[in-house]
């Protein structure tokens, strides 16, 4: 894993189901959609990538880490009981994100060292979620939504396809975890 956060970097890590204070004029409020189970800890990484254009944020993780993992010593105390269900605690922070900040949609392919357990299909929520906010934007395309893959994603192509043809233009679908969070960057200005 990639994980190495300098002493002194100002970001805030949002974990599952926590009701936390967001305040605005901290900085930017992103959060990082894609596989979970079976997709890696892209997360740890991709909190680096912003880390390194942006001095203060909130990143928002679906996550459920150990105590012992690097970003649990950055994450926000909040309500611990507001949100019955983490999909609740999801929807309430990509909604914050889309106008606070940016959602980053991050499709890796599946690890061949930790893959899925279990007999759900890979990333299916995130497929879900895709549709789902490329609904969004046809009807409010000011939302902040920014999606990257890894070129051999299952179904990539008709993720692409699905896009360009519901908004009526090239949606740009980023190559490298990196160029994705430049383009979250850019979109908060």
Known sequence: MVCCFAEGEHMKILLPKTLCTIDPSYGPLFFLAGP???GGDWQATAVEEIGK?????YAVLPCRYEDTHP?????????EG???R???WERHYLSLAAVLGCIIFWLPCESKEHPRIGGEPYAMDTRGELGE????????????VVVG??????????????????LEREFPIYESLAETVTAAVKKIG
């Open 53 to 57: 254009r942006l001095s203060k944020f």
């Open 133 to 144: 906010w490329r609904g969004a934007l046809m009807h409010g395309p000011n939302l902040r």
């Open 86 to 88: 983490q999909l609740t």
């Open 36 to 38: 979970i189970r079976g």
């Open 149 to 166: 893959a890894e070129r051999d994603f299952p179904g990539l192509s008709q993720i692409e396809r699905n896009f360009n043809l519901a």
């Open 71 to 79: 970003l649990m010593q950055m994450r926000l105390s909040g309500d």
């Open 82 to 84: 507001y949100f019955a």
